[in-house]
């Protein structure tokens, strides 16, 4: 197996427990706070996805234009 050359079974059940930890505490987190979200951060997602798109379009522009 894949996994077995680089993680032990402890390292793969300790992995599969933090993974599952964090991912329950972050939704946790994230509905405690669902207000604050709505007040604070309005129209943040639209706000990320133009910037992001942005930095990414000047990152291929380079790229084509430095020729790698």
Known sequence: MFLSAYFT???I???IFFITA???LMIYSYRKDIKNHERYYKNAGKKV???GSIII???VAIRL???N
Do not use: K, N, P, Q
């Open 9 to 11: 079974t402890g390292r």
């Open 13 to 15: 059940i300790f992995m």
């Open 22 to 24: 964090f991912i329950a």
């Open 49 to 51: 996805l133009i910037y």
């Open 57 to 59: 379009f000047i990152f």
């Open 65 to 67: 234009l430095a020729g």
